[in-house]
Every structure is written in C-alpha cells, then in structure tokens.
C-alpha cells in the first residue's frame, strides 16, 4: 500500500519552492503527494511579483476533497498567508484527524518578499502549532514565533523552547542562517538534539530549501519514520540537491530534487530507453 503526503501550501510558478517543490520532494522519496493551494504566486529566481490568495471556501473544499478520498499519512503546511486561511486550515487538521503535521512557518520568500501577514502571526501560534507534530522555522522566522532576537547557539535552544511552549510536539530551529556550518537544532519537550549532515554547501542555489526541507520530514513521518530518524533523512536528502544544484535563472535558481534519480545522465538529457 503506497504511503501518501499532503502538501498545503502556495503555488510556486517557478516551480522552486511552495508546492511545486514539495509534490518534487514526495516523489522523489518514494510517497504519492497530493496538495491544497493556498496561494497562486507570479514567482521566479529573482523575486515575487504579484500573489493571489485562493478564497477559503476553495481551499476548505480542497481539503475535504483530498482528505475524504485520498487520505495523507502525513501532512505538512507552507504558505498560509493570512488568520482566515490558517483558520480554515486548522479546522480541517482538526476535523480529518491528522496527527503527522508538519508546519513551516514560511514567512518571507528567498528573494525577500514576505508571504505571511503581520495580524497573522498570531493565529499562526495559536491555532496552529498547537496541532503540529514538527515545526521547522528558520533563524528569522523562530525570532518572530519565540518574540526574541537569536544571536548565538543558546539563543536558538531558548528560542526552540518558547516555541514548544505553543504547543507543538518537536521544533526544529534550522541553522541555515546561522555562522559557520548549518547545524539544526531539534528540541522534543526536554533535550536538544543536534542535526547536522556536513559542511555548509557554496552554492547561490538556496531557492526552496525551507520547503524542501520540511517536505521531506513529511515523507519520512508518511513512511513511517519517527520524528529525529526523518529529521536526518531529511537533512542529508537535502543537502545532496544543494550539492547537486544548477542554475535556471539570474537569482537564486532552487535545489535539484531528483538528484539521485538524473545522476546517470547530463542534466537536460534523457536517458535512452
């Protein structure tokens, strides 16, 4: 029986991040994604220049339609752009009983427009997170949930505590802005747990990691993995398509999602039958 994943999140016209990147991310780690678009975004490798949020009748009918047929063994959100989307969202997790959530509380793209309105911040720590089994802010993005600023190690570790305290069961404070090689901080109610898969990648092709990242903790809940096994799936998955990245674009051009899969041939080739 295939293992499902739920992706509820922003559509990425240039197909880097949002959706796009996290149905990339399912199959290449061997689960059937399905998905809920929040947002349709005019999007490439430089910048964000119109978004469209998606009514919430349309996304709360998304939702049941998958859910009610399909199923997901685990789900993750990413673009949630305003409280009545995270409401309507909430609602749902709670109605169709999902237990595997991962939230990524992405707010603010690569090119630094921002995807997430000010009044709902709020509503995304209080109706939210409360229902997730993994949270995976990034070093801004736990400053705004924690209400602190992150300067140090330590920082990060109190930070990873404050956000638990709203009630998700692990958090993990990524370390992909921090100094010096990106080790992530998992923190399950009681010990902090390093995660780290190597050197920091030289690489300008950083579009989607937070998506991808996040999509492939997904995958490995979906499969059956406990939380910290899918953490470090994920870490290393990730990693290898930074390393295996190209450019499609003047900005920054996203990571290579099926770099196992394309590694026998040139990219842009196709394999001969």
């Known amino acids: 029986m295939v293992r499902k994943a739920l992706t509820i999140a922003g559509s990425d016209s240039g197909g880097g991040a949002g959706i796009q990147a996290d149905l990339k991310t399912f199959a290449a780690l061997g689960v059937y994604g399905s998905s809920v678009i929040t947002a ?7 910048g964000v220049t119109a978004v469209h949020e998606v009514p919430t009748a349309i996304i709360g009918a998304q939702l049941d339609a998958v859910l009610g047929d399909i199923g997901a063994d685990a789900a993750k959100t990413g673009m949630l752009s305003s409280a009545p989307i995270i409401a309507v969202v909430a609602a749902a997790v709670r109605r169709h ?13 690569k090119s630094g427009d921002r995807l997430l309105r000010e009044d709902a911040v709020a509503a995304l720590r209080e109706e939210l997170l409360p229902l997730a089994l993994v949270v995976t802010p990034n070093i801004p993005e736990a400053e705004v949930l924690a209400g602190m600023t992150i300067g140090d190690d330590e920082d990060r570790r109190e930070a990873a505590r404050r956000i638990a305290a709203y009630g998700p069961r692990y958090v993990v404070v990524k370390g992909g802005h921090a100094a ?26 950083t ?65 001969e039958r």
């Open 40 to 46: 349709i975004t005019a999007q490439n490798t430089v």
């Open 97 to 109: 009983g999902l237990t595997r959530l991962v939230v990524d509380p992405v707010m603010v793209a």
């Open 180 to 205: 010096g090689d990106p080790i992530d901080f998992l923190y399950d109610g009681a010990t902090i747990v390093p995660i780290a898969s190597g050197p920091r990648v030289d690489t300008p092709n």
């Open 207 to 271: 579009h989607g990691t937070g998506c991808t990242f996040a999509a492939a903790i997904t995958a490995g809940l979906a499969r059956g993995l406990e939380v910290e096994e899918a953490a470090r799936e994920a870490k290393g998955y990730l990693t290898a398509a930074l390393r295996a990245s190209y450019a499609v674009g003047a900005g920054h051009s996203p990571v290579h999602h099926f770099h196992a899969w394309w590694a026998a041939a040139p990219v842009g080739m196709v394999r």
